[in-house]
């Protein structure tokens, strides 16, 4: 059957699953509708836990994510004030990424594997990213006995004799993709030699021989002696029953790649409702409870940072995380920091506009959190007039009504209960004043910097800023 029509009878087929799903929700019943070895799962009233006296009516919302997630989320209570009752439906991430991009996700909320589905599926700017990362769990390679370790994740797939199961399906296969992606990104090796390793198994997959899943490719590895790529969460699930202490798992000498389960909304729901934000909060709150971290740790799942306490758990000597070009860094003749100033100084202000001061504050505090240094001030700078909207005097909407996706309120509980006294980050605020300043009596930009313990500046003159700047970072530094 030609490409085209292979594409167009899968969609078709999605969409009779969409509609199957949408229809079971409509009915509160429970249905398991399958696909190719890949379940989707909606929970029914009899399988979830009591609900609260004080939950007159339960306000459901409904949870898209991969079977092992899915079985995580079913273990969380409803709350007792918000009464937000969780509609799981099971199914494997890149099911979920190919439905999103043609315009089928129906569910309200939704926990890839990975955020590289998002950016891979072109989906990227359709949903909002709640929480960067529930939970993590690295790629690695399964032998028996000993196993050597390799040097790259390019060397590992160039095997042929490496079983590994299909990307589309499998959560370790696409992370070790990843993995071949960062060699080249770094230079370790060069895109034509990762095109040679990969080439053979894109045209074998599935054809010379049946995809398998992970607890197959662990008990092939038994029995034969073969080596298999799986995610460590899924060696740590099924070693018991593949062979015990006869497997072993290793990464690469360089590094490997982590899942990091994000949670996400789409934009089409998140717009329309409060009540979306509010479950991903539960959903992010007890995932991070004492509660929630010990059904994820039973489930062999790290913590977002790649920490676990299971003794078996895979040593890993670096992990992947995507390059960035730092500002410093030239690229086709010119610094970044050149080619920055260039673009700028071609852009006009524009009128109306608003800023979404509240989520750059909360994006950039997570991202200090994921890659905290020990031993190093780990700091957010925040420079801002305080104003989310436009000028009082400009059309558009004043900043009063900007409905901006993370309100005050909320990015100060996030603070608040994200901030690990361990690892702690804090933000150092400076008010600029102007026209259109936040004016007086707004205080949001010291609550915010209250929030996690540093400092807010207001400004002056440019050499009294930098003085104040100065002595805020050297008494952030000295008390971390």
Not at 134 to 161: H, K, M, N
């Amino acid at each position: 059957m030609p490409y085209s029509q292979t594409l167009r009878a899968r969609r078709e087929a999605e969409k009779r699953r969409a509609g199957l799903r949408r229809a079971a929700l409509g009915a509160g019943v429970f249905v398991v509708v399958g696909a190719g070895g890949l379940l989707s799962v909606i929970q029914s009233d009899r399988d979830r836990g009591a609900v609260p006296d004080s939950c007159k009516e339960l306000r459901p919302v409904v949870v898209v994510t991969e079977q092992p997630m899915a079985e995580i989320l079913r273990n969380k209570p409803v709350d007792g004030q918000s009464c937000i009752q969780l509609e799981i439906v099971a199914e494997s991430s890149s099911q979920t990424a190919a439905r999103a991009e043609a315009g089928e996700l129906g569910e309200q909320l939704w926990i890839p594997d990975s955020t590289a589905r998002l950016s891979e599926s072109s989906i990227g700017s359709e949903v909002l990213i709640h929480t960067p990362s529930l939970a993590s769990s690295p790629a690695v390679v399964v032998g028996r006995d000993q196993v050597e370790v390799p040097e790259t994740w390019s060397e590992v797939l160039a095997d042929e004799s490496l079983l590994m199961s299909d990307p589309a399906v499998d959560a370790g296969a696409f992370a070790a993709l990843q993995g071949v992606a960062h060699d080249v990104d770094t230079g370790a090796v060069s895109e034509e030699s990762a095109v040679r390793a990969l080439t053979p198994r894109a045209t074998t997959q599935g054809v010379d021989s049946p995809v398998l899943l992970a607890p197959e490719l662990l008990a092939d590895v038994r029995d034969n002696g073969t080596r298999a790529v799986v995610s460590e969460r899924a060696f740590l699930t099924g070693r018991a029953k593949a062979g015990g202490d006869q497997l072993t798992a290793v990464t690469p000498a360089s590094g490997t790649a982590f899942l990091d389960f994000p949670l996400v909304i789409p934009w089409e729901s998140g717009d329309s409702t409060a009540l979306l934000p509010d479950a991903a909060d539960e959903v992010q709150g007890w995932l991070r409870s004492d509660d929630g971290q010990r059904v994820l740790a039973a489930a062999h799942y790290r913590t977002p940072q790649g920490e676990t306490p299971d003794p078996d758990a895979v040593t890993v000597p670096a992990r992947f995380q995507k390059p960035a070009t730092e500002i410093w860094e030239t690229v086709d003749g010119k610094t970044q920091r050149a080619t920055l100033r260039d673009n700028l100084s071609t852009r006009s202000p524009r009128s109306g506009g608003h800023t979404e001061l509240h989520q750059s504050t909360l994006a950039a505090f997570r991202y200090q959190q994921e890659n905290f240094k020990t031993g190093q001030l780990n700091a957010v700078v925040l420079i801002s007039d305080g104003e989310r909207g436009s000028s009082p005097n400009a059309a558009g909407p004043h900043e009063d009504d900007v409905d901006e996706s993370v309100p005050l309120d909320r990015l100060l509980k996030h603070l608040g209960s994200e901030q690990d006294p361990a690892r702690p980050v804090v933000i150092i605020t400076v008010e600029t004043s102007g026209e259109t300043g936040a004016g007086p009596g707004d205080d949001s930009l010291s609550r915010i910097s209250e929030a996690t313990g540093g400092s807010h500046l207001t400004d002056s003159s440019p050499a009294d800023l930098r003085a104040a700047l100065r002595d805020a970072v050297v008494a952030e530094a000295d008390v971390g």
